[in-house]
RNA sequence: GGCCCGUUCGUCUAGGGGUUAGGACGCAAGAUUUUCAUUCUUGAAACACGAGUUCGAUUCUCGUACGGGCUACCA
């Protein structure tokens, strides 16, 4: 069948989208991108309950933020609105009828605790209660009543939901765009609520209704979902929509980076990586957690990184943009099996596009920093910082940190340092220094490179004799770059002023 | 427990009936360097197990183990 491709990303807003929850937003927009089609956001607010306020507007922001252009839903419109499913709600109870109607759904008059107590029973015997073709006959509903009773029931206001008849024992060989073939027998599954007391309907009622509406032509979504796969599928039989029924491609979870399980909020804030893009503040509990753009990550690489969590072009490159991602992704190439979150390589990603950066737009990111600490500073001169230190650096952040130095003379002196480098014969060795520093006119890196050069050679001591304790005066420890570009953007003032402060103070 | 899905270095993965099983992160060593890094080079490191099919299986089939998901009037 050739039809438009239009997918859908479809959360809930019970909190902050996570990891997963944008790959999965992620391969949507880049197959839709890839075939020409619809990305569309559709907000699945069905339960009541869980509605957290804010969570909408976080995720919209969070696709913003990563570059995922929405072309169609929440907070864009189109022509199959509304988008958000409790503005639908009026639309969803006739299909519920219209399942009662063609016998593939009925009502159902038993409590939540009457149900709670059936499964007590059942597991106190060892067995598991399924609500389904072996029980139901044994249930308050409209099949087990007689239409006058079920009538004055409704009549009367009493609560109800609405069921999926799930056949008996039919085998399903359903296809699955990632899995392939995938095997279900229905006896095995239960008669789903499709349709709440509350008058909401449930995600699987309102997920395929919506999805039939919007015209929707392929279901990317997480592994989570598999097993339902035969009730949607059923569900679109029922409603005679098989013809324009979406392909499906359930995608594989991601886990946590250490022990079991699949990834969640908690590991974060616990292992000192963020879950979620953007930071996040519990309305409820006030808790706080990191996100991926507070914590310095680049949209491209967080991209970047999930991109590759559970899917690979089959070449050895590792970085893409998002438009290279878009033309090489398919999901004939995404793997099967869940991928374990790495923090690290997370990082790593980061390094790649910190150094792919231009010298001016980090510098313009230092200055932030620095506008907070109350300090200016040249900005051509924080542009050459940026370029001397953005190698070592996996985020805007460590430069920021690795270059201390640059804007206040250091307090005190690494003591290991001092140890191993401020030997007997030093302070003359500095004294010396000055003077030649002194004499060196145009005060740029390879001017007074070769001066100290040319007077060691004369001197004829080690190079390391100089340089260490030079570069302990400088920036107080042994580590950071090249002595002489530091000391050009110092400036020849600056420089001499701490080689004096060293003399002074040790 | 039941159902469904999965299993290649520690991690992400490529590959696929006959390969020195490739890359990346991380780790280690060496080279370079005034230091620390960077960079470069090198190294350690994997086909879960058992049967079957086959001349040959890591690759195909089955089983086992292990991992994951689902099992709500949540999504």
Redesign the pocket.
């Known amino acids: 069948m050739d039809r438009k491709v239009r997918v859908r990303f ?3 807003p ?1 909190g902050a989208l996570h990891l997963g929850g944008v790959r999965t937003a992620l391969f949507n927009y880049l197959f839709a991108r890839h075939h020409g089609g619809d990305f569309l956001l559709r907000i ?1 607010d ?2 009541q ?2 509605y957290v306020p804010g969570a909408e507007e976080y995720i919209i922001e969070s696709l913003k933020w990563c570059g995922l252009t929405v072309d169609e839903g929440v907070g864009v419109g189109g022509e199959y609105g509304p988008y958000r499913q409790s503005e639908r709600k009026p639309l969803y109870k006739q299909y519920a009828l219209q399942l009662i109607e063609s016998g593939n759904a009925y009502y159902s008059f ?3 605790e009457e ?1 709670n107590q059936q ?1 007590k029973d059942y597991e106190s015997r ?1 067995e ?1 209660f ?2 389904n073709a072996a029980t139901r006959v044994n249930l308050k509903n409209s099949l087990t009543m007689s239409a006058e009773e079920v009538k004055s029931l409704l009549d009367s206001g009493a ?3 609405i069921r999926f008849k799930m056949p008996e024992n039919e085998d399903l060989l359903l296809h699955d765009i990632i ?7 229905t006896s ?1 599954l ?1 008669d ?2 499709l349709f ?3 008058g ?5 009622l ?2 395929i209704v919506d999805d039939h509406l919007m015209k929707i032509s392929h279901v990317i979504r997480g ?6 796969l035969p009730l949607h599928v059923l569900l679109y039989r029922a409603f005679g929509w098989e013809d324009s029924m979406p392909e499906f491609a359930h995608l ?2 991601i ?1 946590k ?1 250490v ?4 990834l969640s909020k908690r590991d974060g804030n616990k292992m000192g990586f963020p879950v979620f893009p953007m930071e996040f503040t519990d309305p409820e509990t006030g808790e706080k957690w990191h996100g991926y753009r507070e914590d310095g990550y680049f949209p491209e690489a967080f991209i970047n990184m999930l991109a ?5 072009p ?1 070449t ?1 490159q ?1 970085i893409f943009s998002l438009d290279e991602l878009c033309k090489l992704f398919t999901l004939d ?1 995404v ?8 923090p ?2 997370a ?2 990603f980061n390094h790649k596009y910190l150094v792919q950066k231009t010298d001016s737009e980090l510098a313009t990111q230092l200055n932030e920093f620095l506008v907070k600490d109350g300090i200016t500073y040249d900005m051509r001169k924080l542009e050459k910082i940026c370029h001397l230190l953005k ?2 650096a996996n985020f805007v952040a460590d430069i920021y940190h690795s270059s201390q130095y640059f804007y206040k003379a250091p307090q005190s002196y690494e003591e290991k340092g001092v140890k191993k480098f401020w030997k007997e014969g030093t302070p003359e060795l500095m004294q010396e220094l000055i003077t030649i520093l002194e004499g060196v006119k145009d005060f740029t890196s390879a001017n007074t490179e070769e001066a100290v050069k040319g007077w060691v050679e004369t001197k004829q001591i080690g ?2 004799k100089v ?2 304790p ?2 302990l005066a400088i920036i107080g420890s ?7 570009d530091i000391i050009e953007i110092l400036g020849k003032e600056e420089t001499l002023t701490r080689l004096h402060r060293i003399l002074e103070t040790l």
Do not use: C, I, Q
Request: proline share 7%; hydrophobic share 30%; glycine share 10%.
């Open positions: 479809a959360p809930s019970t699945e069905t339960d309950t869980r038993d409590s939540a149900l499964r060892g598991t399924m609500y609560n109800y939901v899995r392939g073939e995938v095997h279900f027998n095995l239960d789903k609520v709440k007391a509350d909401m309907p449930t995600y699987h309102a997920n592994e989570e979902w598999l097993p339902s594989p979870l886990l980076p022990g079991n399980g699949k590759l969590l559970g899917w690979n089959g050895e590792e190439r793997n099967k099996s869940g991928a374990r979150f790495n690290d390589k990082k790593w190698e070592r190079f390391g340089m260490s030079f570069r042994a580590d950071g770059p090249h002595l002489f």
